[in-house]
């Protein structure tokens, strides 16, 4: 039996951290002919990534700039995705979430009638504005996509409402509980240098922020907060792995960079920022996984945004959606610290997490070696 090629597609760190368990499990698969093209949208962190999962890219587009535009993202991609798909031919890509690579690589395999499956699909905010441009991303990969692995049962129905038939439908779980599991399994204590000043069970709390809409003042907001949440608990510290965007970079620096209780470090290696989300007091985050992770390790994450499209971390108690507001996010956080019970509300009495056990990765591979080998929909 011929192998049927498929390419599974990956531009920054979150689609390499979960992208990584699904081409491990598709590569488990002797029908399958696994081909992984990185666009290089990020260029360290997503190697870094990559790295930790063993995954060797068979194609790196390599288009990164400094402070690239979205057009030079979207052109590029379109253009370098496309004359790849060109030259392998594959009977499906693979594409996941919502970044620009994602979308212009659903749309350099539409254009040649190769059909798409999206990992990830259908996360709504309801808001095209937020995420920016991250939910136009993913209604437009949607809109492209012919097998949708919904992560969660209001995924489903968001697709559903926009008109996807139910038989292209699957809901796996979120890949990002594979990944996490696989690696609080591998995790040792972190032998990045930066950390040590928490390495002795000092209290800290981790934040990380990178949003386009959070650029400037919103920024500038949480960095305050966070120095009024230092300075009336003397006790604490702060870790902060700063995203590589220098648009980021600079404000944080500028604000937190002179402060003792500050630890500003490069991207974390995925384990050594598991055992920080493990180990921290609670989380302050605009990411997306980190919501989902957040709920696996039962952690309070306050969530540095006005909407989310993972609502599923608000309902489950461990995401508490704070925005960018200064006296919002020190109020929160002012709780988490002094009330035990409210802390325990959020963080420490949750059930299952919403997005998933473990299993979603092994589940895209199953549905698509059915449908790629036999046509069939759903088992
Ligand atoms: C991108 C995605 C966002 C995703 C995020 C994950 C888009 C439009 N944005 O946002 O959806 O949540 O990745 O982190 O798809 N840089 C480096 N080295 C790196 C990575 C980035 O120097 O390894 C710098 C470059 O100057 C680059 C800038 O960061 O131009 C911004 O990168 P970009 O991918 O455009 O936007 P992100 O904010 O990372
Ligand atoms: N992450 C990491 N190292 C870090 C910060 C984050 O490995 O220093 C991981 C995190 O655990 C999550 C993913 O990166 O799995 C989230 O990526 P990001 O916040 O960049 O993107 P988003 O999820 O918002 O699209």
């Not at 039996?1 to 698969?29: D, F, N, Q, S, W």
């Not at 609502?311 to 929160?332: K, N, Y």
Request: charged content about 25%; some cysteine; proline content about 7%.
């Amino acid at each position: 039996m011929k192998k049927k090629t498929v390419v599974c597609v990956v531009g920054t760190r979150p689609e390499a951290i979960k992208m990584a368990p699904v081409i491990i499990a598709l590569r488990e698969k002797p029908c399958f002919d696994v081909k992984v093209l990185a666009t290089g949208q990020h260029e360290a962190m997503l190697s870094q990534a990559l790295g930790f999962f063993k995954i060797k890219e068979d194609h790196n587009l390599s288009i990164m700039r400094e402070r690239q535009s979205l057009d030079h993202i979207t052109a590029s991609v379109l253009t370098g995705a496309g004359a790849y798909f060109d030259e392998v031919s594959p009977d499906a890509v693979l594409v996941h979430g919502d970044t620009t690579t994602t979308f212009a690589s659903a749309l350099a395999a539409f254009y040649r009638k190769i059909p798409v499956g999206h990992v990830e699909a259908g996360l709504r905010s309801g808001d095209m504005a937020l995420p920016f441009p991250e939910e136009m991303n993913r209604v437009l990969a949607d809109r492209i996509t012919r097998w949708s692995f919904a992560p969660t049962p209001q995924a489903r129905e968001n697709l559903l409402r926009e008109g996807t038939p139910d038989a292209n439908i699957w809901v796996t779980g979120n890949t990002v509980i594979d990944a996490l599991l696989f690696t609080v399994r591998n995790t040792k204590k972190p032998t990045t240098p930066e950390l040590a000043p928490v390495l002795d069970g000092r209290p800290f709390l981790l934040a990380t922020m990178h949003r386009r809409e959070s650029w400037g003042r919103p920024l500038e907001n949480v960095c305050a907060a966070l120095a009024d949440i230092l300075e009336q608990n003397p006790h604490l510290h702060v870790v902060i792995p700063m995203h590589k965007n220098p648009a980021v970079r600079e404000v944080i620096v500028g604000r937190l960079g002179d402060k003792p209780q500050v630890t500003l470090c490069d991207p974390l290696d995925y384990p050594d920022f598991v055992w920080c989300m493990n180990a921290s007091q609670f989380i302050l985050s605009d990411s997306g996984g980190v919501q989902e992770e957040a709920t696996a390790i039962r952690k309070p994450v306050l969530i540095l945004r006005s909407v989310t499209e993972r609502p599923e971390a608000v309902e489950h108690g461990s995401g508490l959606l704070v925005g960018t507001d200064s006296d919002r996010i020190m109020d929160e956080a002012s709780k988490l610290l002094r009330d035990p019970a409210y802390y325990a509300a959020t963080g420490e009495k949750c059930a299952a997490s919403p997005f998933g056990d473990g299993t979603a990765a092994r589940k895209i591979a199953d549905a698509l070696e059915k449908n790629l080998l036999c046509g069939a929909t759903h088992a």
